[in-house]
C-alpha cells in the first residue's frame, strides 16, 4: 500500500470509529431534549462553527498545510515550527477577540440574522447557549491548527482520532452534566448536575479540551517548542496570511449556506431545523469517510509535487483520486438514498422530524458525490498555493447560487428543497473547479472509462436494497429489529457493488 492509502486507510477508520460516536451523540440528543431545545441548540451553533471553521483550523489549517510542507522541504523542521509558532500564537489572538466581540452582539445575530422567525423564550435561550459554545472555539483555534502541523509531518493518527474524543465529551455532557438524576454504572452512580441542554454545551466544552490533549503527545514526538513569537513581516507569515485571506473568505461564503439554511427553516414551524441538521450529518457520514478522510491525506503529497515542480505527478495523484471518490460516493448515495428509512428511527425524532430527516437526507445524498470530489478540488488548488480561484467559486456557487435556488426550491419542495438547493450548488461548484485545474495542467478528470462500471454498480446496490425493503415488512416491527435488518440490507447491497468498482479499489490502495 503506498502512503496516501495507508493514511486515507488510518483517518477513514478512526473518521468511522467518530461517526459511531457521533451517531451514538445524536441518538442521545433526541432521546434526551425536546425538538424546541435541538432546534435551539443546533441554531446556536451556527456562529461558533462559522468562527471555527474560519479561524480555528479550517481556513488556516488548510492554508497553513501548503507552507509548512515547503518550509519542511527546503528548510528542514526548526524553521517550519518556528512558523508554526507564529501563526498559532496569531490565531489564539484572534480568536480570542472575535468571541468577545461576537458575545457582545449575540442578541441581533440572534435574533435578526440567524433565527428570526424563533420565539423570543427560544431566542433568548439561543443567545446563552452561543455565548457559552465560544469557549469551545477558543481551543479549537489551538486544536485546529496543532491537527494541521501534525498533519503537514504526514502523521494523521492523533489528529484522526480527536474529533472521536470531541464527540465523547458531547456524549458526557448529555449523560452526565444535562440530567435531573444520576448516572448508574454499575456499583457507582454519578451525580446529576441537572443543567438540561447547557449541559450540551458544557459537553462540547469538554469534547474541545480533549480534542487538543490527544494531540499534544504528537507535538513532543515531532520536536515542536512553543516560543512567544508572532512577527506579521516574518515571510513565511506573511505567505500564510496571503493564502488565509481568500481561504477565510471562501469559508464564510461555503458557511453562509448553514446561516441561509436555518434561517429560512426556523420560518417552517418547530422541528424544521432539527430535521435538516439531521440530514445534513447522516450525509456527513459517508462524505466524510469518502472525500474528507481521502482529501485530508492527499493535500501534503499534492503540496510536496507542486514544490518540486512535478506537474505530471500531480495530475496522476489527483486523478486516481477522483476516480475513487467517484467509485465510492456515487454507489454509496444510491444505497444510503434507498435504505435510510429505518435506520432514522434509531434517532429517537418525534414522527414529523424523523420524515423531515428521510427526505432531507435523499436530497443531501444527490450531491454527496459533488461534496466529496469539491474536498479535493479546492485543495488542489490549495495545494498550488492558490487561494483565489476557489473563494471565486465558492462566492459565485456556495452564494449566488445556493441562494437563488434555496429561496426558489423551498418555495416549491419546502424543506426538501433547502437540501436539494445544496446539492446542485456544492456539486456546479466541484465541476468547475476541475475545468479550471483541466485548462491550466491538461488531463484532469479523465473518468470517461470507469465511470460505466460506477454508474452499474450504483444501480445494482441500489435496486437489491430496494428489494429487500420491498419483500420485507419493515413498518411492523420494531426499531431494533428494522435498524438490524436496514443495515443488513445496506451491507448487502455495498457488497453487490464492490465487484463493479473493484478496479479503483486496488487502484486506490497504491494511489
Known amino acids: 500500500m503506498s502512503h496516501i492509502s495507508r493514511s486515507t486507510l488510518i483517518i477513514a477508520f478512526f473518521f468511522g470509529v467518530d461517526k459511531v460516536f457521533a451517531l451514538l451523540r445524536q441518538i442521545l440528543m433526541g432521546r434526551s431534549y425536546e425538538t424546541f431545545e435541538l432546534d435551539v441548540f443546533l441554531a446556536a451553533n451556527n456562529i ?60 441581533p445575530i440572534i435574533g435578526r440574522l440567524i433565527v428570526p422567525g424563533f ?45 472521536v474524543l470531541y464527540n465523547l465529551g458531547q456524549i458526557v455532557g448529555i449523560l452526565v452534566f444535562s440530567p435531573q438524576e444520576g448516572l448508574q454504572l454499575g456499583p457507582l452512580t454519578l451525580p446529576a448536575l441537572g443543567l438540561g441542554i447547557h449541559g450540551l454545551v458544557f459537553g462540547v466544552i469538554f469534547g474541545a479540551g480533549l480534542h487538543l490533549l490527544i494531540q499534544v503527545p504528537g507535538l513532543v514526538r515531532y520536536g515542536y517548542r512553543w516560543a512567544p513569537r508572532i512577527g506579521l513581516r516574518d515571510p513565511g507569515v506573511a505567505k500564510v496570511m496571503r493564502l488565509l485571506g481568500p481561504r477565510v473568505l471562501t469559508m464564510a461564503c461555503i458557511q453562509w449556506f448553514f446561516l441561509l439554511r436555518d434561517n429560512l ?16 450529518f447522516i450525509m456527513q457520514v459517508p462524505e466524510t469517510l ?19 515542480g512535478d506537474d505530471s505527478a500531480f495530475v496522476q495523484t489527483l486523478n486516481r483520486g477522483i476516480r475513487a471518490m467517484l467509485a465510492l460516493s456515487l454507489p454509496a448515495a444510491a444505497i444510503l438514498a434507498i435504505g435510510v428509512r429505518p435506520l432514522v428511527g434509531v434517532l429517537g425524532l418525534e414522527p414529523a422530524v424523523s420524515e423531515i430527516a428521510i427526505w432531507t437526507t435523499r436530497a ?38 445556493y441562494t437563488v435556488l434555496a429561496l426558489l426550491f423551498s418555495s416549491l419542495w419546502g424543506i426538501t428543497g433547502i437540501s436539494l438547493a445544496n446539492s446542485v450548488a456544492f456539486t456546479v461548484e466541484a465541476l468547475l473547479l476541475f475545468y479550471l485545474l483541466n485548462r491550466r495542467l491538461g488531463g484532469v478528470g479523465q473518468v470517461r472509462a470507469v465511470i460505466g462500471r460506477i454508474a452499474a454498480a ?7 436494497v430496494a428489494a429487500v425493503q420491498f419483500l420485507l415488512p419493515f413498518g411492523s416491527w420494531g426499531v431494533g429489529r428494522s435498524v438490524l435488518v436496514g443495515t443488513a440490507a445496506l451491507a448487502a447491497g455495498g457488497l453487490l457493488a464492490v465487484p463493479f468498482i473493484w478496479r479503483e479499489i486496488r487502484a486506490l490502495v497504491r494511489i
Open 290 to 308: 469518502i472525500g474528507t478522510a481521502l482529501a485530508i491525506a492527499i493535500l501534503p503529497t499534492l503540496a510536496e509535487h507542486y514544490a518540486r
Open 458 to 464: 450504483a444501480l445494482a446496490g441500489g435496486a437489491l
Open 364 to 401: 443531501y445524498l444527490l450531491g454527496l458525490a459533488g461534496h466529496a470530489l469539491l474536498e479535493i478540488a479546492a485543495r488542489s488548488f490549495y495545494a498550488r498555493q492558490d487561494a483565489l480561484i476557489p473563494l471565486v467559486m465558492a462566492f459565485l456557487n456556495a452564494v449566488l447560487l
Open 119 to 163: 420565539p423570543e423564550a427560544q431566542k433568548a435561550l439561543a443567545v446563552e447557549l452561543m455565548r457559552l459554545d465560544l469557549l469551545a472555539i477558543i481551543i479549537f483555534s489551538l486544536s485546529g491548527l496543532v491537527m494541521a502541523g501534525l498533519q503537514a509531518n504526514q502523521h494523521f493518527t492523533l489528529p484522526a482520532m480527536a474529533p
Open 265 to 280: 427553516a426556523s420560518r417552517m414551524g418547530e422541528g424544521a431545523v432539527t430535521g435538516l441538521n439531521y440530514g445534513w
Open 48 to 107: 461558533p462553527d462559522l468562527l471555527s471553521v474560519l479561524i480555528s483550523g479550517g481556513a488556516l489549517g488548510v492554508a497553513l498545510i501548503p507552507v509548512l510542507s515547503e518550509y519542511m522541504e527546503r528548510q528542514g523542521p526548526g524553521s517550519a515550527w518556528e512558523l508554526f509558532s507564529r501563526i498559532i500564537n496569531l490565531a489564539f489572538i484572534a480568536t480570542a477577540v472575535l468571541s468577545l466581540l461576537i458575545a457582545v452582539v449575540a442578541e
